[in-house]
């Protein structure tokens, strides 16, 4: 079945520098690629989203890249704020799971202001 | 703004009392997922449902956990006997999946479950 890893598992930048947090994925059917942020005692809620036809996606700070061949997809956070503090989530869908989303442990983000 | 509800968002019991919980999904979503999270395990896929028919709770502890959807409304995650180790935050979640693709997925706020 698909896994996916997930690092680092903390992070602490400083604020308005940049943070990246990468995942690779084992299922190469996979073709949906959330990402999720977590604040504490919240939801998860999806920031951005790619699918495997798409190579970059872009909105606002946050943007994700995905090497489908290399099977890893990264999340890029640009001019970091204090309200970046979060956990952080990826996951991949694929049809040969079933359409079962499977995430990734969870990156702590921390921003120092 | 349709949004996913769960109850009760908080529930403390002694060990070996039945916990029901429930799920709201946003209406016309065809799937509904339920996740339990703990420190220690991140976030767990329990069991999920398209178009009310359990798919897959192959993480669902089957001796004391089950999951309904009585309706399409309605989802039920229900612990009998509950054990302080069950304590963690449920989250339900929903979306639409159609045929060839996919979409989001909409967690509701979570039940914060506590077993004393």
């Known amino acids: 079945g698909e896994n996916v890893e997930q690092h680092p598992s903390t992070l602490s930048v400083q604020e308005g520098d940049s943070a990246v947090i990468k995942c690779t994925y084992s299922d190469s059917a996979s073709n949906y690629f959330p990402w999720y942020k977590q604040e504490l005692g919240k939801r998860p809620q999806l920031i951005i989203d790619?699918?495997?036809?798409?190579g970059e996606k872009k909105d606002q700070r946050i943007a994700v890249t995905l090497n489908k061949t290399a099977k890893h997809f990264s999340l890029h956070i640009t001019e970091t704020q204090p309200e970046d503090s979060a956990v952080y989530f990826c996951?991949?869908?694929?049809?040969?799971?079933?359409?079962?989303?499977?995430f990734g442990s969870g990156t702590r983000l921390s921003i120092r202001p | 703004d349709a949004r996913v509800t769960q109850t009760p968002r908080d529930k403390v019991t002694e060990m070996g009392q039945e916990v029901t919980m429930r799920c709201q999904p946003i209406?016309?979503?065809?799937?509904v997922f339920w996740y339990r999270q703990t420190m220690m395990q991140g976030l767990e896929l329990l069991a999920y449902?398209?178009?009310?028919?359990?798919?897959?709770d192959s993480g669902m502890p089957k001796d004391r956990f089950s999951a309904e959807m009585p309706d399409a409304t309605l989802a039920t995650l229900k612990i009998q006997p509950s054990e302080p180790r069950d304590s963690a935050v449920y989250f339900c979640?929903?979306?639409?999946?159609?045929?060839?693709?996919?979409?989001?997925?909409?967690f509701g706020p979570g039940t914060r479950l506590t077993v004393l």
């Open positions: 996951a991949a869908l694929g049809y040969s799971s079933a359409s079962k989303i499977i």
């Open positions: 979640a929903s979306a639409l999946l159609t045929s060839g693709d996919t979409d989001t997925q909409y």
């Open positions: 790619i699918r495997s036809n798409v």
């Open positions: 449902f398209r178009n009310r028919a359990p798919l897959d």
């Open positions: 209406l016309g979503h065809n799937t």
